[in-house]
């Protein structure tokens, strides 16, 4: 608690017009708001609900686990339906003109036999027919000169006969494909999918304790200037009460009109440090609501603006590597990087995949053409070997391998800067925490040594000016105490984070 220089030098009451003129200097200063209390934990909460890289970093996370989900859906069979409809110009013929087409007769052993289905005359030698006649008498070969032959039967081929009717063509497919084997592919999409989550909760991490610790260091900031202010006020009360016993003094002839020019000079240095402590009161005020969502000109009281210190227990050293939000994201870009070479080296492997479906057409072409709906089933396995890409799958696996490395040295280097974090806050919270008993006792000093002067003054032993540095050493003392207790609860607040803890509005 900040002790009231009126106490130590035993005021009683302050003159009216000076408690006008810092009624009004306050007044002025500060807009008039209902106050309302909050503590430490409220602000943190206040804070995290309004700060808006926490929303984008929770939307975050909750996209990373829709695609997680997504991902353990390519283990399950897919299925599809496709339709369509073309309609054509013309229809589909498949002969030119009506056609004749010759009709071999059969020989007793039920081969064609070509000297029976023609009409020809035929040459003979030694009573054997060696060749067919033209009309004029001579022999040709059926092969150069087939219109020389003269069929005995003849079928008819009319063109309708082969015409499609393709103006109006409708096909149906229902397909469903289950993969059997794909290198290894899904399970590393799968883990993929997985990292991701846990990166984007270790950045949602990192967010809010970022988030926690620029609240808690907003939040102390105003209790070390509402007690300097109450420190500066209580200075300058000091001040104006020498002013006037100096002006007595002058008329009685024991003080010069130099003891009155120096009480006037750090008279003046007081106000400016008050209005000085008064505007960085309001800024940080300003910075907090901003930090909370609340009214930039709002004035609110908090619960340790007393400054009694707290004391927590400490977590565990240990604790850190492993609760550190850096730590758990390189740990999840480490699993992406070895679950994205798992993925180049798939490329190499065949895949394999189950397919059934059902396909209807229309006109339906299983009895000839017909303009109906018809279809079958089908099942069948579909596999795909990878053979040659002039080596480009070779290249991508061996720079997934590279990144992978490079994520494993980056990770023990954060390791190791970690540890160097965590010792070097633990020092840094033992030094602040023998800070505040060393202020401590400067503070009870100083306090005894103002006692000290002013009854010495009082007693016309002491000149103004040793009073005025003992209410000097007086105020340094305890500005340096207050100092001394932020920094250890900003000290306790960095070790936390450190350690990775600071990561509840509850902490």
Known sequence: MVACATDILGIKVMRKKDVLFLTLLVAVSFPVHAQTVYSLTDC???????????????????????????????????????????????????????????????????????????????????????????????????????????????????????????????????????????????????????????????????????????????????????????????YLELLQKMAGDVEKSIAIGVATKADQLTVKVKQNEAEMSLLQVQDGLKLSRMALNQLCGLPLDAVSQLADETLQAIEEPLPMVEQSLSERSEIKSLEAGLNIADANKRLMVSRFLPNAALTAGYLTTNPSLYNGIEPKFDGQFQVGVVVNVPLFHWGERVQTLRSAQHEKKALEYQLEEAREKIELDVMQSKFKLEGAAKKVVMTASNKEKAQENLSSANLGYTSGVIAPSTVMEAQTAWLKACFEHIDAQIELQLSRVYLQKALGQLNAPNN
């Open 44 to 234: 943190r909460r206040m804070a995290t609900q309004h700060n808006k890289a926490l929303k984008m970093a929770n939307e975050q996370v909750e996209a990373a686990k829709h695609m997680e989900k997504a991902a353990m859906t390519q283990f399950l069979p897919s299925a599809s339906a496709t339709g369509a409809y073309l309609h054509n110009q013309k229809n589909i013929s498949l002969m030119g003109q009506d056609a004749y087409l010759p009709v071999y007769s059969m020989a007793a052993d039920g081969s064609p036999s070509f000297f029976n289905s023609v009409n020809n005359n035929w040459m003979y030698m030694n009573g054997m027919p060696v060749a067919p006649l033209d009309e004029g008498g001579q022999p040709f070969n059926p092969t150069q000169n087939p219109e020389k032959i003269q069929w005995k039967n003849m079928a008819y081929l009319p063109k309708d006969a082969f015409s499609l009717d393709m103006k109006n063509v409708y096909v149906g497919n229902i397909m469903i494909t289950q993969p059997l084997f794909l290198g290894g592919k899904i399970i590393a999409l799968n883990e993929l999918a997985k990292s991701t989550k846990q990166l984007a909760t270790a950045g949602l991490e990192g967010k809010l304790a970022q988030t926690l610790l620029e609240t808690d260091i907003a939040y102390w900031r105003i209790v070390s200037l509402v007690n300097k202010e109450k420190l500066a006020i209580s």
